[in-house]
């Protein structure tokens, strides 16, 4: 690309340089208005808004809190990606940012908890598909988790050979008088 087409954005107070051309991605911190930094932990591509979302601790934090208020609040929210589709984050990225932040990984905790409840309160009250539910409750609640691992030892053992060849052996019968002895052809 020619260097007159090239078009370099400058610093303001307030905002992150999306100058891409030189430099590492994400940018390390990010200036406020009143000359103070904040430490930039990340910044995303937020799909909704089609831009790029700053993310530091104060982000987390508040998407945790938001997260949590969205899951309790919410009627028709089952699952948490859900919630990340309404923010515009990527699983992946949720994930790193639960690892970042002790405060996000408490909220999706409390989320699962929350979402779980709802998900078997509809179970109970036959509003879901049993077969469908039941099947991801495990993911949403540990007891639920510990009695499938309970029924499934239950179940009888694998047969170590099944589906192979399978010999019988029959034992000879010992002769009798009531019945015929078969003449070899």
Same mark, same amino acid.
């Given at each position: 690309?020619?260097?007159? $087409? +090239? ?6 107070k307030g905002r992150i340089d999306n100058d891409r051309s030189n430099g590492p991605i994400p940018q390390h911190s990010m200036e *406020? ?10 910044? %995303? ?9 700053? +993310? ?15 899951? %309790?609040?919410?009627? *028709?929210? %089952?699952?948490?990606?859900? &919630? ?8 992946? #990225?949720?994930a790193r940012y639960c690892q970042m932040c002790p405060r996000l990984q408490e909220a999706n905790d409390n989320m699962l908890t ?11 009250? #036959? #509003? &879901?598909? @049993?077969?469908?539910?039941?099947? $991801? $409750?495990? *993911? %949403? ?5 510990? $009695? ?7 179940? @009888? ?9 399978? &010999? +019988?052996?029959?034992?000879?019968? @010992?002769?009798?008088?009531? +019945? ?6």
């Amino acid at each position: 690309m020619p260097k007159e $087409m +090239v078009v370099k954005r400058k610093r303001h107070k307030g905002r992150i340089d999306n100058d891409r051309s030189n430099g590492p991605i994400p940018q390390h911190s990010m200036e *406020k208005a009143n000359g103070t930094k904040i430490e930039l932990l990340d910044e %995303y591509y937020n799909y909704n808004s089609q831009r790029l979302v700053p +993310v530091t601790i104060a982000t987390l934090i508040r998407l945790a809190e938001n997260a949590e208020k969205w899951a %309790y609040t919410t009627e *028709k929210g %089952y699952k948490i990606q859900d &919630f990340m589709i309404l923010q515009g984050i990527s699983e992946y #990225r949720w994930a790193r940012y639960c690892q970042m932040c002790p405060r996000l990984q408490e909220a999706n905790d409390n989320m699962l908890t929350i979402l779980g409840c709802r998900r078997e309160a509809g179970l109970i009250e #036959r #509003r &879901f598909e @049993p077969g469908s539910t039941i099947f $991801m $409750m495990p *993911k %949403y609640d540990k007891d639920w988790a510990d $009695m499938c691992k309970w029924r499934a030892s239950l179940k @009888p053992k694998e047969v170590e050979h099944k589906g192979g060849e399978t &010999f +019988v052996v029959i034992e000879k019968y @010992p002769e009798s008088d009531l +019945v015929p002895k078969k003449e070899q052809e």
